[in-house]
T-cell receptor, first 114, second 112 residues
Framework: DQQVKQNSPSLSVQEGRISILNCDYT??????FLWYKKYPAEGPTFLIS?????DKNEDGRFTVFLNKSAKHLSLHIVPSQPGDSAVYFC?????????????FGKGTKLSVIP | GAGVSQSPRYKVAKRGQDVALRCDPI?????LFWYQQALGQGPEFLTY????????KSGLPSDRFFAERPEGSVSTLKIQRTQQEDSAVYLC??????????FGPGTRLLVL
């Protein structure tokens, strides 16, 4: 049973436009959410995070939105750049015992077209 | 500063061989994690250390998997009698606490 779901395996966006990556979760005990970016043959790189006490966190071109009632979060990238092409993983933690464990989605491959 | 490093980056093993994967965490990070990432999947938790203490090994798939961090810094993940289903990328992460974890490049293990 997947507790973190990224339902779009891939996404293509034109350079300069907005990229929106979505993530849903089922475990209401999660209280910390992260986005990681991964290039081929490299480890995941931390991008941005959000605590459940907030509904928005912004860092430069990256903004994460959290809707707790819908158990949904999204990552917005504006404007998208070709270097943003990578696999993006949504992760969550804070589910009681084992709260340090990160539970990941399967990832969304973003392609930014020049 | 230096990030998390892992070695070897690639390892090919014959079925039945033992392998040892090394992780050097970011200096000063007390928490260290191991994850396994199968092809097309997200990373899955294996085990967690706080300093030298292994506080959680619930994600280790079998008793052939063993992890240690004897001096609270470098960690080794050992897999005994490797099997084909052990083929995956093994990721190490470290953090100052338990929230944001910083990952190494991973070791890609292929068992033939």
């Amino acid at each position: 049973d997947q507790q973190v779901k990224q339902n779009s395996p891939s996404l293509s966006v034109q350079e300069g436009r907005i990229s929106i990556l979505n993530c849903d979760y089922t475990n209401s005990m999660f209280d910390y959410f992260l986005w990681y970016k991964k290039y081929p043959a490299e480890g995941p790189t931390f991008l941005i995070s959000i605590s459940s006490i907030k509904d928005k966190n912004e860092d430069g071109r990256f903004t994460v939105f959290l809707n707790k009632s819908a158990k949904h979060l999204s990552l917005h990238i504006v404007p998208s750049q070709p270097g943003d092409s990578a696999v993006y993983f949504c992760a969550a933690s804070g589910a009681g015992a084992g709260s340090y464990q990160l539970t990941f989605g399967k990832g969304t491959k973003l392609s930014v077209i020049p | 500063g230096a990030g998390v490093s892992q070695s070897p980056r690639y390892k090919v093993a014959k079925r039945g061989q033992d392998v040892a994967l090394r992780c050097d965490p970011i200096s000063g990070h007390v928490s260290l994690f191991w994850y396994q990432q199968a092809l097309g999947q997200g990373p899955e938790f294996l085990t967690y250390f706080q300093n030298e203490a292994q506080l959680d090994k619930s994600g280790l798939p079998s008793d052939r998997f063993f992890a240690e961090r004897p001096e609270g810094s470098v960690s080794t993940l050992k897999i005994q009698r490797t099997q084909q289903e052990d083929s995956a990328v093994y990721l190490c992460a470290s953090s100052t606490g338990t929230e944001t974890q910083y990952f190494g490049p991973g070791t890609r293990l292929l068992v033939l």
